[in-house]
């Protein structure tokens, strides 16, 4: 078995690079097994690297494991779909993290003997197709696409980042305040794709919206657990419509979709649209392009089609020596979880 460690030195607060390169020699000088460790040195470095190893593998079993934050992880993700042989694995230094969060009693992903132990979990994928960033694409998405709201206040967080004192979580603060005084939502044509046929679309919904997200995981925004019957190996992903809505009612409804409980609130039915499907089809509804934000990345497109890819991706869960045997096998015996 071969082990591959691709690291962002930016992500998160950008000062783990050294720390965690000590962490996994100290491991891997104990096994007999090869490794090597690889920093990314720009944009897209760690994605074109990844794929170039996984080319030169020629069919040889291997572990890639992402350190860095979501992005990072769909960097990986993307270079190596399509060889199986390999599995991926994710070491959370970002500042979101929220593909690890569908997996919250898996073990410490931060514990490196942990990930070279862990177990494989067959994941689901959305591919996702479409002009993306001015170029014909096709590409993948590990927990979640989101457009409106919450990818403008990404986008716009990221260019508050750029400006001097003002840090990331302020930048958030910031992009947060501003989206919601404006209630700076999104429209969209979205389409529900059954396959070929006269019949075979629905339109679900067409206009003015605050978001819609399609979900392959429950959360994103760092923990936000927006998408809570979400599940990442059933074949399906949720497509979440939120209906635009007054101030007084977004503040009175945010908590619970913070923690996810808000599917549960009475009349909810009057703000959110929750759709389970294979295929969706989203446009946009009054101008040529927009932003979508892919596994906390920021995309520009002129509309995509998405897809699920079944159990397309050997997941790596962790296995903490530390834990409880009997509460891994509870995890990894889950109905939710197919193995």
Known sequence: MKYYFFINPVAGKGNETDTLKSRINNVMKKRDDTYDIIVSEGPSFLLAKA?????SLDGEEARFFAAGGDGTLNEIVNAVYGFDNIAVGAIPLGTGNDTIRNFPDCG????IDAQINGEEFKMDLIEYRGKIDGEEKTEYCI????????????????????KPLISGSFAYLMAVFTKFVKREGTSLIITEDFGDGLFSRETIREGEMLLCAVCNGSYCGGGIKSAPMAIVDDGLFEIN???KVSR??????????????????PGIDSYVEVRRAKNVSIEPYEHY???????????????????????AIRFILPRNKSLHEAK?????ENPKYNI
């Open 143 to 162: 927990n979640m696409i989101n457009i409106g709201f919450d990818c403008n206040v990404v986008e716009l967080t990221g260019r508050l980042k750029q």
């Open 108 to 111: 410490d992903f931060m514990n």
């Open 328 to 332: 891994i096998e509870s995890i990894m």
């Open 51 to 55: 794929r170039e190893i996984a080319e």
């Open 289 to 311: 392009e927009i932003f979508i934000c892919v596994d906390g990345e920021i995309k520009t497109t002129t509309g995509i089609k998405a897809s699920v890819l079944e159990k």
């Open 248 to 265: 007084t009612e977004f503040l009175r409804l945010f908590p619970s979709f913070k923690k996810g409980k808000h599917m549960e609130l």
């Open 241 to 243: 419509i939120i209906n």
